[in-house]
């Protein structure tokens, strides 16, 4: 079945400095998500990419739909303490309005 | 707005023993998802309804598992007879409609298999 691949797999990283994650795929997908998911809770949607080189900002957070449609990438600039958590790309057919899940991306910020 | 609602959030079992957990979705969506997440993977689709019928239960392992959506609101997701794979956090979401980017998730409920 579809798979999608997140990488890296975990990030520590100092308070300040920028992140970037990506997910990449065997499949298209018509539209890409970024989730963000803290400890005992459900993933929270961030960001939400429609088109093929779509570029979307949420404050910090910038992410890209890439132009092949089978990547997607997230940026966090200056990170906080609170940035911390798991973050998820899923991908999404909207005709079929199934979003397949990547495995996600572990962030630690050290203050 | 009262968000999706998820009971229990915790549930410890014995192998071959029984489960059921239930959600609550967001009012007026009409559509309801199940997922299953395994410790350090993302969330897997179980069954997906719109109202109270079925759209997408590929995943559903249909040996052990049900789910239901009576009157296209509440929903129970069951498991009988569990089994140590079984061990996972069970989510729910909902959105307005079918195809809907806007799934908003609930709190889960972490299941734990002995």
């Known amino acids: 079945g579809q798979q999608l691949n997140q990488s890296p797999q975990s990030m520590f990283i100092q308070e300040g400095e920028d992140v970037s994650m990506n997910c990449t795929s065997s499949s298209i997908f018509n539209t890409w998500l970024w989730y963000k998911q803290d400890p005992g809770e459900g993933p929270v949607l961030l960001i939400a990419?429609?088109?093929?080189?779509e570029l979307t900002s949420n404050g910090r957070l910038t992410a890209q739909f890439g132009i092949t449609r089978k990547d997607s990438f997230l940026n966090i600039s200056a990170s906080i303490p609170s940035d911390v958590g798991i973050y998820f790309c899923?991908?999404?057919?909207?005709?079929?309005?199934?979003?397949?899940f990547g495995d996600g991306t572990t962030l630690t910020v050290k203050p | 707005e009262a968000g999706v609602a998820q009971s229990p959030r915790y549930k410890i079992i014995e192998k071959r023993q029984s489960v059921a957990f239930w959600c609550n979705p967001i009012s007026g969506h009409a559509t309801l998802y199940w997922y299953q997440q395994i410790l350090g993977q993302g969330p897997k689709l179980l069954i997906q309804f719109q109202n109270n019928g079925v759209v997408d239960d590929s995943q559903l392992p249909k040996d052990r598992f049900s789910a239901e959506r009576l009157k296209g609101v509440d929903s129970t997701l069951k498991i009988q007879p569990a089994k140590l794979e079984d061990s996972a956090v069970y989510l729910c979401?909902?959105?307005?409609?079918?195809?809907?980017?806007?799934?908003?998730f609930g709190p889960g409920t972490r299941l734990t298999v002995t």
């Open positions: 990419l429609y088109k093929a080189g």
């Open positions: 979401a909902s959105s307005l409609q079918s195809g809907s980017y806007e799934q908003y």
């Open positions: 899923a991908g999404l057919r909207t005709n079929a309005g199934k979003s397949t």
